[in-house]
């Protein structure tokens, strides 16, 4: 009994009673019910088995978060900023980014025929190209419909080549080892 609100206190799981017994659940939403507990293992007195149904984990970091603790990230999220599109990935939306590197992004504006500043200065064209990088729901590498499309957060659809490259023509691009985070 000692284990649970332990847990609770570090915010780890939230604990609910049912006509079954607890509910265990954690920051992603999962909730596990107790099959067995308190039950003594071995020969020391404080060894206690406690059993679940299903595997819960800690909270992650909003995809915000995530972006933000990556410096060579710093100009794509310094852009996200100036946008809405960064309250929606601080929030519990399912959604997977497409984010480029900071040289990447530096390019942007030039493809665009303008200065990063001008690009930056006009907010619904900034949340419009920064749309096509959001894509609705989780994908990982290995789940995208490679040789297909998919449609971007901004309505347009972003071609998945066969061999792996996102985009069209000379501005598609490889996604980066480790992408899947």
Do not use: C, M
């Amino acid at each position: 009994a000692g284990l649970w609100p332990a847990l609770a206190a570090d915010g780890l799981i939230e604990i609910a009673q049912s006509a079954a017994g607890p509910l265990l659940s954690d920051g992603n939403g999962l909730v596990a019910q107790v099959r067995l507990a308190d039950r003594p293992v071995g020969t020391a007195d404080n060894a206690v088995l406690h059993v679940i149904d299903r595997v819960l984990q800690p909270p992650r970091a909003s995809l915000w978060e995530q972006l933000k603790s990556q410096p060579e990230l710093s100009a794509f999220t310094e852009a996200l900023a100036l946008t809405d599109l960064a309250t929606l990935l601080a929030g519990p939306a399912r959604l997977t980014v497409l984010a480029p590197h900071n040289e990447g992004f530096r390019h942007l504006g030039a493809r665009l025929g303008l200065r990063q500043r001008e690009l930056l200065a006009q907010p619904a064209l900034l949340r419009e190209v920064l749309g096509q990088h959001v894509l609705p729901g989780r994908w990982l590498s290995s789940d995208l419909p490679w040789g297909g499309q998919l449609a971007t957060l901004s309505g347009q659809a972003l071609a998945l080549a066969a061999l792996g490259l996102v985009g069209y023509g000379d501005a598609a691009q490889a996604l980066q080892p480790g992408s899947d985070q």
